[in-house]
Structures are given as structure tokens and as C-alpha cells.
């Protein structure tokens, strides 16, 4: 059974830094992986999907980058905004599990 | 439709009561997925559909869980004989196969009291 864990459990920055974050899985045999954001008591809202046959995507101030062999993905947030504060979340699709995710707090 | 469409947005039901969700998802999406999220945690898998048939129901906690989607596009969750337990935000989402990505509703807080 696929695992998820995605690391820390909550950060806190100042605004304007550069941060990453982390998601690991046990099962490398993925299909695809999926980086979301989650506001308080909210739906969630995709970010970045990363094909199994891609390395990164990049959207905006996000990069999301795979590496299969080692069951790593990070999600990396440039010049980071308050705007930014809210629980990010990574998903396995295919075996359709989720991290716990991280609390990003940025703070003014 | 644009998106997924949950509905109630909140469910508030006593204890021992039956409570019916529903997902309506984007249209021409093949697959749904029911998940359940308690606070501070990430959602739980439940069940994941491909048209009509339930392709994965293991996330189902017991048998007082169960779930339709009958022709293929709109599918309802029902619990029986609710329990405090089951309080949650139950969340459902649609994609054009496994392999794509998922689009969420907004979910369904339940509330059993």
C-alpha cells in the first residue's frame, strides 16, 4: 500500500524567502503526482500535476519537481507572500493517497 | 458542469440517523473519488468509481458506508445509523481517467451530534 509523507508538518517564514517543500512516497511505480493548495475550510485547488515521465513543472513562482527513483517530490515557492499562507498538499494519483501536508504560514 | 458540485455544503444529523451526499461531477469525467478529511489531516481515501462500478471501495471504513453512481456521472454517498465519529468534511473529485488530475468540490461538512 502506497505511503505518503510529506515533511515539515508546518512552516513558518518571512515574506520574501524562498522555500521547499517536501513529499515522499513508498511506491515508486507511480502513475502521475499532484501538488495542491488548501485554504482554511476550503476545497482544494490544484497547482501543479507532474507527469511519471517529467522531471519539474512550473507554474508562476511554483516548481514542482519528481524523482521516482528516490519516491521524492518537492515542491519549491519563490519570493514567497502572505498571500501564499495555507496547507499544501501532494497526491499520488493512481493509488489515489495523500500526504497529511504542510501549514505554510508567510508572514508580512 | 464548470466544476464539481457538492451538496449540502454543511449536513447537521443526530446520532443514528441516515444522511445522503451528493457529487456531480464535471462532465465527461469518467472517474470520482470520495474522501474523507478530518481536521489537520489530509483527505482519506473511500472510493473511487470508474463510470458506473466501483473500481476501489477498501478506503470504506464499514459497512454503514456505502455509495452509488448509477449512471455514470452524479454519485451519493450514504451513511447509516450515524456516529459522532463520522463527523468530517467529506470531500468528492472527478478526473477524465486515474492517471489525469483530479478536480475537488468544495465539499460536505457533515456533523453528527
Known amino acids: 500500500k502506497q505511503e505518503v509523507t510529506q515533511i515539515p508538518a508546518a512552516l513558518s517564514v518571512p515574506e520574501g524567502e524562498n522555500l521547499v517543500l517536501n513529499c515522499s512516497f513508498t511506491d515508486s511505480a507511480i502513475y502521475n503526482l499532484q501538488w495542491f493548495r488548501q485554504d482554511p475550510g476550503k476545497g482544494l485547488t490544484s497547482l501543479l500535476l507532474i507527469q511519471s515521465s517529467q522531471r519539474e513543472q512550473t507554474s508562476g513562482r511554483l516548481n514542482a519537481s519528481l524523482d521516482k527513483s528516490s519516491g521524492r517530490s518537492t515542491l519549491y515557492i519563490a519570493a514567497s507572500q502572505p498571500g501564499d499562507s495555507a496547507t499544501y498538499l501532494c497526491?499520488?494519483?493512481?493509488?489515489?493517497?495523500f500526504g497529511a501536508g504542510t501549514r505554510l504560514t508567510v508572514k508580512p | 458542469g464548470a466544476g464539481v458540485s457538492q451538496t449540502p455544503s454543511n449536513k447537521v444529523t443526530e446520532k443514528g440517523k441516515y444522511v445522503e451526499l451528493r457529487c456531480d461531477p464535471i462532465s465527461g469525467h469518467t472517474a470520482l473519488y470520495w474522501y474523507r478529511q478530518s481536521l489537520g489531516q489530509g483527505p482519506e481515501f473511500l472510493i473511487y468509481?470508474?463510470?458506473?462500478?466501483?473500481?476501489?471501495d477498501s478506503g470504506l471504513p464499514n459497512d454503514r458506508f456505502f455509495a452509488v453512481r448509477p449512471e455514470g456521472s452524479v454519485s451519493t454517498l450514504k451513511i447509516q445509523r450515524t456516529e459522532r465519529g463520522d463527523s468530517a468534511v467529506y470531500l468528492c473529485?472527478?478526473?477524465?481517467?486515474?492517471?489525469?488530475?483530479?478536480?475537488f468540490g468544495s465539499g460536505t461538512r457533515l456533523t453528527v451530534v
Open positions: 468509481f470508474q463510470g458506473t462500478g466501483a473500481a476501489d
Open positions: 473529485a472527478s478526473s477524465l481517467s486515474p492517471s489525469d488530475g483530479y478536480t
Open positions: 497526491a499520488v494519483l493512481g493509488d489515489m493517497r
